[in-house]
């Protein structure tokens, strides 16, 4: 891996808010790695680590992390959705802050955690206490750490695909963007519809394959026209589910998250190939 250089670390000489003590310390984050990062693409991981470190963050992974819960919520599901919330909330408690490298995650633990425990004061004051903490890993470098880096050099054309939960739930869209402008010799070139669904959407892909399969036909024509190298993107369902759309199409259009590029991991495969895809 390539050195990060960050232009000043914005949490060198933070000290936590009402500790009663002059000492500056590293805040303590933990890192939510999300079930299909941990399972498919652990590189997301080791990427976040890297630029949480780079920003000046002491970082930890708590083993006993579980799914955020989100499938079980969306389905209909609120008492399993509440007991795995009530464990995620046990997990990362003590952090300064929660980060992940998905917005569709967080914005579960940001926004969903809450409403889960309406009429349950105690938990679902802690439930706040944590959503308050807790932030998709862009916005976090940007709006919360305030990391300016001087990223490895990525020399290709880009598109990027602004998955709906971040987007909508979270406000993300220029993040990444002005990260990945630090990157020499990235160019960005938005596609048409670069905020539309990409057919993902969790279960609606199995509930409904034949208008999943169209929107990611739509969105493989959309990232076609503007001749880009690689797609970027800050959700791996998304990711995967385009790169498995495109490989259907025959198109060797490469895909990335932006977090591998930034901490200079995307020499690899990228989603979707094979260790003997060069």
């Known amino acids: 891996m390539r050195d990060l250089k960050s232009s000043g670390r914005p949490f060198a000489g933070w000290s936590k808010a ?7 310390q590293k805040p303590r984050v933990a890192l939510f790695v999300t079930c ?3 399972l498919f ?3 997301v991981g080791f990427s976040a680590v890297a630029l949480l470190e780079e920003a000046g963050c002491s970082v930890d992974v708590p083993p006993a992390q579980v799914c955020c819960g989100q499938p079980a919520y969306n ?3 609120a008492k399993s959705a509440a007991d795995i919330a009530r464990q995620v909330i046990e997990t990362f408690d003590g952090y300064d802050f929660v980060v992940g490298p ?5 914005a579960t633990i940001r926004i969903d955690y809450p409403k889960m425990f309406d009429g349950d004061s105690d938990w679902q004051k802690r439930a706040n206490e944590l959503a308050e903490r807790s932030y998709e890993l862009m916005s976090f470098l940007t709006d919360i750490a305030g990391a300016t880096f001087a990223a490895p050099p990525f ?4 598109t990027y695909h602004d998955s709906c939960s971040g ?8 993040q990444p963007r002005t990260l990945l402008a630090s990157a020499e010799g990235l160019s960005i070139v938005e596609m048409q519809d670069a905020e539309t669904c990409c057919g993902f959407g969790g279960t609606f892909c199995v509930k409904y394959p034949e208008i999943s399969a169209k929107m990611a036909t739509d969105k493989a024509e959309n990232i076609a026209q503007t001749g880009a190298d690689v797609v970027l993107g800050g959700d791996l369902g998304c990711l995967m589910n385009i790169a498995g759309r495109m490989r259907r199409l025959g198109r060797t259009t490469r895909v990335f998250h932006a977090a591998e590029v930034l901490a200079g991991r995307a020499g690899g495969p990228a989603i979707g190939e094979g260790e003997d895809v060069k």
């Open 18 to 24: 009402g500790s009663g003590t002059d000492t500056l």
């Open 36 to 38: 299909l990062v941990d």
């Open 41 to 43: 693409r652990p590189n």
């Open 75 to 77: 389905g209909g599901d």
């Open 102 to 106: 998905s917005g569709s995650c967080m």
């Open 155 to 158: 020399p290709a054309k880009v």
């Open 167 to 174: 987007l909508r739930s979270l406000g993300i869209k220029e």
